[in-house]
């Protein structure tokens, strides 16, 4: 029988630095993927959220200083072997970037923002069955994940990098907001593991003395109802072409034998292309 919701937890806490990951599972994506972000389980099918980049953001100190730059928003849908069923686009003008996604039981969350920090987003649902894109509200800020609870009806997201985190009610009005305590990893995508407890997943670029930068992965339970991290963990997992695997898009599973984490840290132009990769831990 697959996991309950306190064995799923028991399982995460059992983790940490020493943990091992075996590969189990590479589903190879044979479409251009550009910049993947976000990846939810809906239906027996795939979301990948992805940016697809036609004019890059010129950099800044203070990113929120940089140019919005140009490009499309996509939410590929896959078949259960990686086969590309449905592109769905989203957003509009400057508003090219989804984020991380998850998906509520009736339908899949996405956040498209401007490609800069301290931005505007618009937040939209797909039907799974349909594929029907509606817009759900608008928020002024870079809104780089979204997730919605659905026993609270309440919607939770971060902001770039995660460093403000918010919660709105499903139409839109703020509930609370506060700054995020944890500088470990920005998250870069989420998951609902139960009543308002968040699994984020996401990446620090640290400099390195050579001049490079390493990837630090990481994972960390969020309760955003009581404004407190309660665990977090490093990931040191790499895929084929050098990326942490916590990089962009995460998803978490478990079945009888433990726990599955389903990442996709490579871009399209990366050595081997995006490759779904699951790993169990051992």
């Known amino acids: 029988m697959p996991m309950r919701g306190t ?11 020493r943990s091992r990951f075996k590969l189990v599972g590479e589903i190879s994506l044979d479409f251009p993927t550009h910049h993947p972000q976000g990846m939810a ?3 027996g099918l795939t979301f990948l959220s992805s940016v697809e980049i036609l004019d890059a953001p010129r950099p800044a100190a203070d990113p929120a200083l940089r140019t919005p730059g140009r490009g499309s928003g996509h939410v590929f849908v896959l078949g259960p072997d990686g086969g590309l069923l449905r592109d769905i686009p989203v957003g509009e003008d400057a508003a090219y970037h989804p984020g991380g996604i998850d998906f509520d039981g009736d339908h899949v969350w996405v956040s498209v923002a401007e490609y800069r920090a301290a931005s505007r987003s618009t937040i939209y649902t797909i039907d799974p069955g349909t594929f029907e894109v509606r817009e759900r509200f608008r928020v002024e800020d870079h809104i780089g994940w979204i997730v919605r609870d659905p026993g ?12 403000q985190l918010y919660i709105w009610d499903t139409e839109g009005r703020l509930v609370d907001q506060w700054e995020n305590p944890g500088h470990f990893v920005d998250y870069q995508d989420a998951q609902l593991l139960g009543p308002g407890l968040l699994l984020c997943s996401g990446i620090s670029l640290l400099p390195q003395v050579d001049g490079g930068v390493l990837e630090l992965g990481g994972l960390a339970l969020v ?15 790499f895929s084929g072409a050098g990326h ?9 599973t478990a079945d009888e034998s433990g726990l599955l984490i389903h990442a996709a840290p490579d871009d399209g132009d990366d050595d081997g292309g995006t490759r779904i990769l699951s790993y169990r831990i051992i």
């Not at 995460?12 to 630095?17: N, Y």
């Open 244 to 252: 942490v695997i916590t990089r962009n898009p995460v998803t978490v």
């Open 152 to 163: 609270m009806d309440l919607v939770f997201g971060g902001s770039w990098g995660s460093r």
């Open 223 to 237: 309760e955003p109802l009581r404004q407190r991290i309660t665990w977090d963990v490093p990931i040191g997992v």
């Open 7 to 17: 064995e799923l937890l028991a399982a995460l806490f059992a983790l940490d630095r």
């Open 41 to 43: 389980f809906a239906k």
